[in-house]
Structures are given as C-alpha cells and as structure tokens.
C-alpha cells in the first residue's frame, strides 16, 4: 500500500491540509500527519488537528510521497532543517513531492524548480528558474504543485493519480461526482 507523510505546523490552511487529506484517503492511500512542533497544530482558521505524528519519528524511507500545505505555516517549514533534509531525501530519491500555495516557495528558494514546470500563491512567485504556469495544478515528473486552497481538490487528486493511477483517480472523481 502506498504511503503519503503530510507535514503540518500552526497556521497551516486548513482547505489544502484537510482537502488534501481527503481526497487522498478516498483513494485509498494511507496519509499520515505529522506535526513539526511534536503537538497539535492550529490552522490558520483556528482548526486545531490532534493526535498528529511527532516529526522527530518521519523516516522518508517509509513513504511514497510528502506533502507541505500551505498557509503562514510555510514560513516555519521552510526553516526547519529537518523539513529541508526530508525535502533533500525525496528529491534525490525521486519521490513525489507535492506542495501546494505558499509552499512551493520553499521548493523553489531550495532550489527544486529550477527548469520545471510549477505553479504556486501568483503574488509569492519569485524567479525560481523554472516555468510558472499559473495552473491550478503543475506536475513535472514526481513534482506536483498547487495554486492555493481552491485547487485543493485537482491537487489531491494530481497526487492520488502519481501514485495509483488515472482509474483510481476516476473512481474517486465519480465518488465525489467531481465533473
């Protein structure tokens, strides 16, 4: 079975985490959260997600794909030598990476974008040698980005379709009656 890590802190969006979430978990995927501080995390809604995974216990090794929501919480992910040795770890191992919103910011400053095809929050795009789309979604290779919180859904299933296929992702669809 396919295994997805979902990495969150306080001011996470809550539709990206908790979209993301969901759909992924209709196609059957497991997802485990984890949360950078070792405790709860509250959305930037005031969500609050219990009972998350320490950070300290994410072994890359044991997963297919990691996904950084969004929101202010991207700020501290981004600092985390921690999140950034992960994000090395599934680079080099070309694993999927997806990040969605704000997030991509933290691909593109490490820089993962350079000479792909990406999409992130249009006011936080930076030269990050790549091409912006300004797609809802963007999947280059293993690389899946998302625009912000109203492509949670299309982004959920770009990941779910990376890992199990169009047919699973067309179940799912039909299940949600996503047109």
């Not at 809550?14 to 993301?20: L, M």
Request: proline residues 2%.
């Amino acid at each position: 079975m396919k295994k997805v890590c979902l990495v969150l802190t306080n001011g996470f969006e809550e539709a990206e985490a908790v979209g993301t979430f969901a759909i992924l978990r209709r196609a059957g995927l497991t997802v485990d959260i984890f949360s950078l501080t070792q405790a709860d995390a509250t959305g930037r809604f005031g969500l609050t997600c219990t009972q998350l995974k320490p950070f300290s216990m994410l072994r890359g090794a044991d997963y297919d794909a990691l996904v950084l929501p969004g929101g202010p919480q991207y700020a501290e992910l981004e600092k985390s030598a921690g999140v950034q040795a992960l994000l090395k770890e599934f680079m080099q191992a070309n694993k999927v990476v997806a990040a969605i919103c704000a997030s991509p910011t933290i691909l593109g400053r490490a820089g993962y974008l350079k000479g792909k095809n990406y999409t992130c929050f249009t006011s936080m795009n930076e030269d990050f040698g790549g091409h912006f789309t300004g797609e809802y979604v963007a999947v280059d290779g293993n690389l899946i980005t998302g625009q912000s919180a109203a492509a949670s859904i299309d982004f959920g299933l770009a990941i779910a379709e990376k890992l199990l296929g169009k047919e699973k992702v067309d179940q799912v669809k039909a299940s949600i009656y996503y047109k």
